[in-house]
């Protein structure tokens, strides 16, 4: 074989060779150390006891709830917003590169700050509240964030991470719907639907691949949220990885807090094996 076809042979591997080395030093390597450390006790030997600690840990219970209460209120919020945000942006409206530009802007703002943003909204001194008093609703400041109320604390990070996120849906939605061809939307015109029938019955068919590629991103970063919940409630709430930081960070049992993160990652695994079930494309079911 020729010197400059074998160099155009491992051209590609050479190009992916930076990502590979990314992925191994910050995903697989501390992947497989979680693992070793969840099931390894203080001796080093097997052991399942610190996947017993964590489940009778009493904030284990409270900690796995809240975390699914989140993900079945954050995730369709967010699908339907960033749906409609794509399809606006996709209609080529005026100033729809405008929009674009508006709804990305939080995509620049990390997990962190978009919580301390939002708790200087919803705290008893905040800009809500001035808001409101100022305009007559409120006669004085309304407790948002107590901890007799988790209701509202809840819906704060739901509001939260609902801004923070959906920008990075939007932006998947918006490629796949890109890659549908004109022909089928300019079919549907013809044979008289409306937006509804052309969005259900055409859009979203197509956009399979892009929704299950949001869905799997969206589903893990949900199970992972942390910062924002630490900053809007601090303790008021507890969150699977607040757990694992409080095991790791306040005890100093990084087994245990290897176990939180052993069941987030099984979790996260499950949920993607069922969105590329569900969502698959009749060329999947196929096979």
């Known amino acids: 074989m020729p010197p400059i076809r074998r160099r155009q042979n491992w051209l590609p591997y050479l190009l992916l060779l ?67 945000m794509a399809l606006l942006v996709q209609a080529k409206l005026k100033f729809s590169g405008l929009f674009l530009y508006i709804y990305s802007i939080p995509l620049g703002i990390s997990e962190l700050a978009a919580g301390i943003v939002w708790f200087a909204i919803f705290t008893e001194r905040g800009y809500l509240n001035t808001i409101l008093m100022g305009l007559g609703i409120l006669e004085k400041p309304f ?35 890109q890659a549908i061809p004109h022909e089928f939307l300019e079919a549907a015109d013809i044979f008289g639907a409306n937006l509804w029938q052309k969005v259900w019955r055409v859009i979203l068919p197509l956009l399979k691949p892009s929704l299950q590629v949001a869905l799997i991103l969206r589903t893990i970063l949900a199970f992972q949220v942390f910062a924002v919940a630490i900053a809007i409630a601090g303790r008021g709430v507890t969150l699977l990885a607040a757990e694992a930081y409080r095991w790791y960070n306040s005890y100093r049992n990084p087994h245990v807090a290897a176990a939180y993160a052993v069941l987030i990652l099984v979790l996260s695994i499950t949920s993607t094996v069922l969105y590329l079930w569900g969502l698959r494309t009749p060329e999947e079911q196929s096979l």
């Open 18 to 84: 930076p990502s590979i080395i990314f992925l191994f030093i910050f995903f697989a390597y501390p992947m497989v150390e979680s693992f070793l450390l969840a099931f390894r006790g203080n001796d080093g030997g097997f052991t399942l006891e610190n996947f017993n600690i964590m489940v009778k840990d009493v904030a284990f219970t409270p900690a796995f709830r809240t975390t699914l209460i989140l993900l079945v209120l954050i995730i369709p919020i967010q699908f339907v917003l960033a749906l409609t």
């Open 143 to 177: 407790i948002f964030l107590g901890y007799e109320n988790t209701s509202w604390i809840l819906f704060a990070i739901v509001i939260a991470e609902v801004w923070r996120a959906t920008s990075i849906i939007m932006v998947i939605l918006v490629a796949g719907l």
